[in-house]
């Protein structure tokens, strides 16, 4: 059973940052697809960036572009989303997303879901 483990979040003052790890068990092969999405309190779920499984091609939402890299982890299945310059309004639940049959989209068509930890940036 394939599961996705995010870790790295917590509170952050504005203008800092802060690295996203999520790692996936349970999947021999490479998925061809990791990405991140994330969704504050009351608010759609929000796609912010995802990459192809050996990183040559990735996409990034319009609301973090040029503040956030988004990269495939040394070991198999797992990716890493590094913010800079966090805003306030970046303050949300941020989702690792996965799938093994689509390249990188902002769609939430992915498979596999992590349960999301939580990013606070305070003023």
């Known amino acids: 059973q394939v599961q996705l483990v995010e870790s790295g979040g917590g509170l952050v003052q504005a203008g800092g940052s802060l690295r996203l790890s999520c790692a996936a068990s349970?999947?021999?092969?490479?998925?061809?697809?990791m990405g991140w999405f994330r969704q504050d309190t009351g608010k759609e779920r929000e796609f912010v960036a995802a990459?192809?499984?050996?990183?040559?091609?990735?996409l990034y939402g319009d609301s973090v572009k040029g503040r956030v890299t988004i990269s495939r982890g040394n070991a198999k299945n797992t990716v890493e989303l590094h913010m800079n310059s966090l805003k306030l309004e970046d303050t949300a639940v941020y989702f690792c997303?996965?799938?093994?049959?689509?390249?990188?989209?902002?769609?939430?068509?992915?498979?596999?879901w992590g349960q999301g930890t939580q990013v606070t940036v305070s003023s």
């Open positions: 997303a996965a799938d093994g049959r689509i390249g990188p989209s902002p769609a939430g068509e992915y498979r596999y």
């Open positions: 349970g999947r021999a092969f490479s998925f061809s697809s």
């Open positions: 990459i192809n499984w050996n990183g040559d091609y990735i």
